[in-house]
């Protein structure tokens, strides 16, 4: 009934609302719930995997978001940290998401999820990331690619990635040290920051193979410069060494930004940040059944053909039609 509520409430997304609009629930009893019950990212990976076209082509993106929680100083497990959508410091609950993308029906799921709590769990983002893979690798999911932001992109995590056998496309921040000179011991005079390469036209469009400092032995990855737009380039390392093509990098990369449009589509339909409740289990319920919410909109408006921005508005829209037709309170 609660996600029920979630998918189809327009604008209020509280509980003392939701006790109002359904007369068999009290305000206490919807506290209770979601105080009292406990609901895992096993739930939503279990419904996930139940639905999703696995590929061995597939595409696994990790990322985090910010429930934005600015307004409250109450709230258990908000804390101040950066937003991207904000562009700075913010207070809010931070979100590690795992998005599976497949290829072959150009569709994106969301498979996982972590609550960034590192007062309660001890837990970094790049530990939650690490998890979630170990655990797509214990489900034995198929996949091919690993999709990051540089803020992921660290020697641990890209090595664990090669390990398991997946290729990864992460950009890396512009002072990145990497060795270019093809040497087969990398010396400290000549790991240079990656914005400080020289790049010739055949580098540009195929690639340089380097040698990134930290990583292990003589382990290599290549490294391509990408324009994203007229004032930013991104410098793109994969460790798929057969990779020949700056384009083919470009359109992997892309990819990434279906995990942006997930946590667009999470926060404008499902009332994740409009949540009040103080205990951080009230919250990380919303939370989960609010993905769940995501989850089913998602589906029906794939199987409707329409926008799940679309699906959302339905109610309210019919809701206005009917008023026009019968009024509550009449013009005259």
């Not at 997304?13 to 109002?20: E, G, I, Q």
């Not at 198929?142 to 995590?157: I, P």
Request: hydrophobic residues 35%; proline residues 4%; contains cysteine.
């Amino acid at each position: 009934m609660y996600g029920q509520f979630l998918i189809n409430t327009p604008h209020n997304v509280t509980a003392t609302f939701f006790a109002d609009t359904a007369s068999s629930f009290s305000h206490d009893q919807v506290t209770r719930f979601l105080a009292r019950s406990k609901l895992s990212p096993r739930i939503v990976r279990a419904k996930a995997l139940a639905d999703i076209p696995l590929s061995p082509h597939g595409f696994v993106l990790f990322d985090d978001t910010v429930i934005d929680k600015d307004f409250s100083r109450e709230i258990e497990m908000a804390r101040t940290q950066y937003s991207g959508n904000a562009h700075g410091i913010v207070r809010g609950i931070g979100v590690v998401t795992c998005v599976y993308y497949s290829p072959d029906v150009d569709r994106f799921y969301a498979i996982d999820y972590r609550i960034f709590d590192p007062e309660r769990d001890g837990q970094s983002k790049l530990d939650h990331v690490w998890d979630m893979l170990d655990v797509l690798q214990a489900k034995n999911v198929s996949y091919g690619y690993v999709l990051m932001d540089s803020w992921y992109a660290v020697t641990e995590l890209m090595v664990h990635i090669s390990d398991l056998g997946k290729i990864y496309y992460c950009p890396v921040k512009n002072n990145r040290l990497v060795d270019d000179s093809g040497s087969p011991k990398g010396g400290k005079a000549a790991y240079k920051p990656v914005s400080q390469l020289e790049w010739d036209q055949m580098t540009l469009e195929h690639g340089k193979l380097v040698k990134v400092k930290g990583f292990p032995g003589s382990m290599k990855v290549k490294l391509f410069c990408v324009p994203v737009s007229t004032n930013r380039t991104d410098y793109v390392v994969t460790n798929d060494l057969t990779q020949g093509s700056a384009d083919g990098v470009r359109k992997a990369s892309a990819i990434r930004w279906k995990i942006e449009e997930f946590h667009r589509e999470l926060k404008q339909t499902t009332g994740i940040e409009k949540c009040q409740a103080r205990k951080q289990r009230s919250q990380r319920n919303h939370i989960n059944l609010c993905i769940q919410a995501w989850m089913v909109m998602k589906t029906k408006a794939r199987e409707t053909s329409t926008t799940i921005y679309e699906l959302k508005q339905a109610p309210l829209r019919d809701y206005d039609a009917a008023r026009w037709r019968e009024p509550y309170t009449v013009f005259a």
